[in-house]
C-alpha cells in the first residue's frame, strides 16, 4: 500500500528526515511518499504558522497528481488541518499527534508530550482534547527548542530528557516526541529514561496501515462530509 | 474608533451584509471598515472552507495597508483563525463564536446556537470549547440552509424559528445567530420566539469596543507571542 | 444610559471607590449610580458573608425608587446574588466575577484570579464555574489580605504582585482583580507583569453598556422567570 | 443526640411535616428539632426565594438560644445556604440535597431528581455539582407543582410518578424525592415505580447521625473556616 | 442488624482489625461479621491483586451459608468488585473507598487520599470516579508502605503525616485512610493535622446502617440486575 | 509474531470464533493463539461476570506454558482486567473495548457502540472513561440479545440496525460491535447504514502488531508495575 506523508512546512530537509522515520516504522509491503508543501511557512511554531500550514497541505494534497494512494499521514505535530484533509480524501488520515496518544493511552495510565516551543502548548492541548484523547494527558511540556534547532543531536537529546522528567513528576508513565522533527529520538531517550516513548510519525503509519488492512475509512455521515462544490481559491491571485 | 471586520469568505455581498450589521451595533465613535479576502472559499462550510479561510483571512490582515486600526472582528460563526490573528496584529481580536457565546451566558442558564449545515455543528462545539465558553452550551442546531441561500429571508425566517424549537427542547433559554449571514434575523425571531438572540457580529463589535475602551489587548505571554520572523509564502508560487 | 451599580457590603467608602471605578469605565453617555445595602456585612468575606449580602442586595434593588435605570452591575468578587437580581428586575444584570472572566477568555488562553482571602477562593471557582467560564481558569491565589486591608495601596501592589507570579505559574496570561476593592489598580500592576490585567468593575460596567446597545435582556424562559407573588419578609421581624 | 433541622421557609406547617419526617427517619437516641425562620419567603421557588431563604436560615441559627445540638439539617432542596452554616455553627451539617444524592450514588449507577417547577431545575444542577456528586445525575425533572401545592397527595403522587418515568428514561435508576414538601412519599412512589426512592430529609438525618457518631465535624482548613468578627446587620434597620 | 464486612485478602489479621474498626463505629443495634476470602492475595496492591480480590469476595459472598445479614461493607480500598456484589447479594453493599469519599465531601470542599503505595493511585482515581465521588478529590498520595507494613504503627503515622501535607497542599480540606488496615489510626492524626480524617470501614458501616434503616436497596434496574443463571465455574478445576 | 487472544468466557466456540476474526485481522507474519480460561463465566454478562472473568483470565495467562508470544489482545468487550494482565505480562496488552474506540476516534467526530443486553451499558461507559477514550462517545446502545443468543446471525443483525439508529441519532457517525461475539458482522452491517462499523478484534490485533512493531511496551513506572511476589491462591482451595 502507499501511504502520503504531508510534512506541515516547506523545509525538505524535514520532509526527507520524516519519510525515513515513517519508513522505518512502515510494514513490508508499503511505500511511503513525502509530500511537502509549495508554501507556507518553513517551520510550523505557533497558531498563524499552524493556519498557513492547514490550508498549504490542503492545497498540496488536492493538486497533487502522482500515483493512487491509500492513506494519509500528516506530520506536524499539534498542528491544523486534519478534519478539512478528511473531508478532502477518500482514504484514511492520520494525524501524528492523535496517533502517538492513542498508541501512549495502551501503555501506561497518564501520557505527557515533549514539545518544542512554549507557544506550542495551546495547540497541542487543544489538538488533543479534540482528538478525543485528551483525558489522560498529564502535562505538555515544552524544551524551548525551535523546529530548526531540532538538528543539533545533542542538545535535543539533553533538553528532552529534562523536560520529560518534568513530565514525569506531572505524573506521565509514557512519553510522545512533541515535534515530527524528533523522529529517530525516541529509542534513545525511552532507554535513558526507563519510559515507553511514542513518536507520532510511527505510530501515524501502523495507525494508517491498520485502518487500511481493516478495510475502514472516514465516516461521510456528519462532521466529514465531501467539500461542497463551489469556487475557491488557494493563495493570493496574480496581480 | 476604527474596528476592522473581516469576512471568513470572498463574497463581497455578504461583507457588505455583514459590515451593515456591525455599524448598526456599533457605538457613536466607532467606524467599521470591512475586509473580504482577495482569496479563500466563497462561502465557509466545513473544515476544508474554514482551514482555507482561516490562511486567507490572515493573509488578508497582513498585508492590509489602509488606516490604522484598533481592534478586529472575525466574521465567520465557528471558523478557524482567531488565536493566529491575535498572534498577528497588535490590537484585540474577537471572534463572532465565542463573542455570541459570552453575552449569551449572561443573559440566561443555557444557550442553543442555530447555524447552516449540519457539517458545521462540529466546528461550532470545538471553537466554543476551546473559547472557554462550551460548558453552558444546550444544543448546536442545524436549519440545513446553506450559507449563500441565507439571502431568501423567509426561508431563512421558518428554518431558524423551526430549529430554534429543538434548541429550547435541549434546554437553551438563549439563541445565538449561527451564521454571519443572519445578521439582522435577531430582532424578528427573538419576538416570535419570546427569547433573547444574540447575533455574533454585533456582539463582537461591542466586545471589541469594550475591550479598547479598557486598555485590555492580548496577552503575549504564552499562547499568543508574536509570530517568529520566518519565511512564510502565502498560496502556491508561480510556476 | 444608567447603570445601578450595587455595592455587596455595607461601607459606603467602598461604594465610592467602585463607583469612581465604574464612572472611569462607562462610556460617554452613561450615567452610574451606586447602591449601599442597608444592611448586611461591611465587608464580604466567607460563605456567611456572601448569603447575607446576597439577600442585602436583593432587598436593597426591591425596594429602590429612584430613576429608572437600564442596567444592574453587581460589585462582589465572588458574591452570591446573580440568578436572584435576574430575576427581581426588567433589565439586564451582570455580575464582576464572570464579567471579568468573560473579558480575559477574549485576551489569553488561561486567566489567574487574584483575590484576598484564601477562605475566598472556593466561592470564585464556584462562580465562575456556574456561569459558564470556568474551563479557562488556571488559578485563584488569594493575597492574603482582608477586603477592608486593601485601601493600603502599597502593601496591596505588593501582595499582588507577588500573587500573580503564582497564577502565571500555574498558566494565566492574563490576570483578573479578585475583588471590587482592588478596582484602580489594574493598569498599574499589568505594567509591572507585562500582562493584561482585567478590572470586574469595568468589564461589567462595559459589558452591560453592550447589552444594552444591543436590545439584549435576561431570559425568562426557565431558570430566571420572574419571582413568584407570595408573603416575603425581608430581615427579622420587630418584636 | 440533638438534631436541629431547618426549613427553608417561613411555612410552620412545612416544618411540621419536615419534622415528622426527620424522626421517622432518626435513630433511636436522637431529638429532632425543628426551626422555623422567622422570615424569609413562605415557600423557597427560585434563586430570589433561595438566596432570601438562605440569610433567613443563617440568622435564625445565629440566633438560637435553645439547647445544644450535634449537628444541622438543612430542610430545603436546592436552597442555598449550607456552606455559610458550615462556617457559622461548631457541628456538622448536611443539606438534604446533597445527602440524597449521596445515598442515590450507593444504590445505581445514575440518579434521578423529581422535583417541584421547572425553574427550580438550575439551582439543584449547580448545587449537586458543587457538593461534587453531580456526575451520576441523569437528569432533574419537574413535576410542574408548586412548593405549597404538595399538600394534595393524590396529585402529587400522580405528577411524580409521570415525571419520574421521564427521570428513567434519561437513565435514572434511583430517585431522589426533589422537595422537602415531598417527604413521606417515597414508599408508595417507590413501590409503584420499582425503583429505590431517596428523601432527602431522611438521607441527611442519618448521615448527621454517623458524621456524630464517627466524631467528624467540618473542616476549618480553607473553605469553611469560622466567619471574621465584624459588623453585620440581619434585615433591615428601623427608620 | 447483621452487617457482613469482607476483607480483600486471605490475611485473617487484617480482618479482624477491620472488625474491631467497624465495630467501633457501629450503632448500638448492629452485629458486625467479618469474612476473610478462602483464597486470592495475602494482601491487594496493584491491579492483578485487585481483579484476583474481586473474584474471590464474590465466591466467599456467594457460598456463605451462616445466619442471614442486612447489609454488606466491602473493606478494599480501592479495589474491584462492588459493582458485582450489588448484583449478587439483596441487600445494600457499600465500598469503603466510596463511603468515605461521601462523608468526606460534607466535611469540606475538597478532600485527600493517603494512601500505601503508589501504584494503587491509578485504581483509587478510578474508583472514585466511577462511584461518582471523584470531582472533590484534590489528590490521591502514596506513604510508600505496603499494605502488610501498616502494622509497625510509629512508621505508619510518620508516613501517614508527611504524605497528608502533601494532599493539603493540593488543596485537601480533609483526608480520607487510603486502605482498610489504617483503621484506628484517624483520631491521632486527625488531631496532628488540625483536619478531618475519615476512616472508609467506620464510614461504610454508618452508611450501610443507614440505607437499611431507611429501607432503600440497590436497585435492580439497568446496571445492578440480578446475575443470570449460567454455568460459571470459581476457580481452576481439579485436574 | 505470536498474539495470544483471551476469550473472556468458558464457551470455546466461542473462542474460535474470535480467532478466527482474529486471523482474518491480522498481517501476513503474525500468529495467532486462542486461549479459553479453565474456569470462570460461560459467557460474561454484568459486573459479577466481568470480575469473575478477569481473575479466570489472569490466571489462564499467569500458567500459560505454551511458547512465547509477543503481545495479548484481550477479547472481552466491556470486561475487566486489562490493567492486571498489563502488570503480569512482559508484552504490550490491547483490550478489545479499547481498540475499537481508538480506531473509531480516527474515522469521525463521535462513535456510538452497540452492545448486547441493557445491563453491559455502565460496564462498556467505564471502561472507555477509564482508558481515556471516552470523550467522543456518543451513544452506547443495547439490542437487548444475550451474548449466547448472537449465534442466529439474522437476528443478530437485524438487532443490530436497530440499535444503530439510535447510536447515529444521538450523533454517532462511526459504530462500534460492543462485543467479541459479534466480529465478522462489520462488513455487512456497514454496508448496509453507509457508516464505518469497527470489530474491537480486528482493531487489537492491528494495534498489538503496531505496538510490537514499533518496539512500544507498557511502561514500568507507576499503575503498571510488576506484581509484587506475595501469596496468592487462584480458586477455591480442596477441601
Known sequence: ?????????????????????????AGPGTTVTGLTPAWGPESAEGWLDSYLSAAAVLDTLRSYDGPPYDAVVMAGFGEHGREGVRELVDVPVVDITEAAAHLACLLGRRYGVVTTLDRSRGQIEDSLETAGVGRNCAAVVATGLGVLDLDEAERTRAAFLTAAERAREAGAEVLVLGCAGMTGLQQEVSGKLGLPVVDGVGAAVRLAESLVALGLNTSRAGGYARPLPKRRTWGRPLS
Chains 1, 2, 3, 4, 5, 6 share one sequence.
Open 1 to 25: 500500500m502507499r501511504i502520503i506523508v504531508t510534512n506541515c512546512n516547506t523545509t525538505r530537509e524535514m520532509t526527507e528526515e520524516i519519510v525515513r522515520g515513517a519508513r522505518a516504522a
